[in-house]
């Protein structure tokens, strides 16, 4: 395969993957994937269609090339379950005790939550830009069963990589117009995100203002 070459920040990343894949085929694709899930911004929206580019191409068959990607993306998750777990509920009750604007309860709120939806959580998130990875951690750290988040992972991850594989595969050449859609998709989350945070900063401000009176410094 050919690597890009438009300048971009991902050009350095794009070309070890292609010598991933060109050195050892659909395993490279597979380990890409893996250190996606440790490292959110490489961008599995670029990954996954070069693969599908390399099985069109003939450098594997686009059922290794599903097979290993997934199973790159599990073994990336419970990595992440792993550290979410030795993290713990009390470990992270200590570190939000410390953490300014945030209590305990928010703690238990959220893991009250996971254990409601935790299932949806995981499944769903594995097709959401930077949640894909991070939500293996609340997994861990709500000792969610091993073998459910494994289920529930696997579905997930097949659905994002089947349509990413596809996408490049059946796009030949031109795979990277992927990466002009799945941008659009990364900015939206990641406008959503910020305006979730701006607003809980803002709310729980306010709130402390509340109980301290208005004159109060919120620092």
């Given at each position: 395969?050919?690597?890009?070459?438009?300048?971009?920040?991902?050009?350095?990343?794009?070309?070890?993957?292609?010598?991933?894949?060109?050195?050892?085929?659909?395993?490279?694709?597979g380990?890409?994937?893996a250190?996606?899930?440790?490292?959110?911004?490489?961008?599995?929206?670029v990954?996954?269609?070069?693969?599908?580019f390399?099985?069109a191409?003939?450098?594997?068959?686009i059922v290794?090339?599903?097979?290993?990607?997934?199973?790159?993306?599990?073994?990336?998750a419970?990595?992440?379950?792993?550290i979410g777990?030795?993290?713990?509920?009390?470990?992270?009750?200590?570190?939000?005790?410390?953490?300014?604007?945030?209590?305990?309860?928010?703690?238990?709120?959220?893991v009250?939550?996971?254990?409601?939806?935790?299932?949806?959580?995981?499944?769903f998130?594995?097709?959401i830009?930077?949640?894909?990875?991070?939500i293996?951690?609340?997994?861990?750290?709500?000792?969610?069963?091993?073998?459910?988040?494994?289920?529930?992972?696997?579905?997930?991850?097949l659905?994002?990589?089947?349509t990413?594989?596809?996408?490049?595969?059946?796009l030949?050449?031109?795979?990277?117009?992927?990466?002009?859609?799945?941008?659009?998709?990364?900015?939206?989350?990641?406008?959503g995100?910020?305006?979730?945070?701006?607003?809980?900063v803002?709310?729980?401000?306010?709130?402390?203002?509340?109980?301290?009176?208005?004159?109060?410094?919120?620092?």
């Amino acid at each position: 395969m050919t690597p890009a070459s438009d300048g971009s920040w991902l050009t350095a990343i794009v070309d070890v993957v292609v010598g991933l894949m060109d050195l050892i085929g659909a395993p490279g694709a597979g380990i890409a994937i893996a250190l996606e899930n440790l490292f959110p911004p490489l961008p599995s929206e670029v990954i996954l269609p070069m693969a599908g580019f390399a099985a069109a191409r003939g450098s594997f068959t686009i059922v290794e090339a599903l097979a290993w990607t997934t199973a790159g993306s599990i073994v990336g998750a419970f990595l992440l379950y792993g550290i979410g777990a030795w993290l713990g509920l009390s470990r992270l009750r200590a570190l939000v005790k410390r953490m300014p604007l945030l209590h305990v309860e928010d703690v238990d709120r959220t893991v009250a939550w996971f254990s409601r939806h935790g299932g949806k959580a995981v499944f769903f998130g594995r097709m959401i830009p930077i949640f894909r990875s991070l939500i293996s951690i609340p997994a861990g750290v709500t000792r969610m069963p091993m073998w459910r988040f494994g289920i529930l992972t696997f579905a997930g991850s097949l659905v994002w990589n089947t349509t990413f594989v596809l996408a490049g595969y059946l796009l030949g050449d031109s795979w990277h117009v992927v990466e002009t859609y799945a941008d659009v998709l990364q900015y939206v989350v990641i406008v959503g995100t910020l305006a979730a945070v701006t607003w809980f900063v803002v709310a729980r401000v306010r709130q402390l203002r509340g109980r301290r009176g208005p004159d109060a410094d919120p620092a």
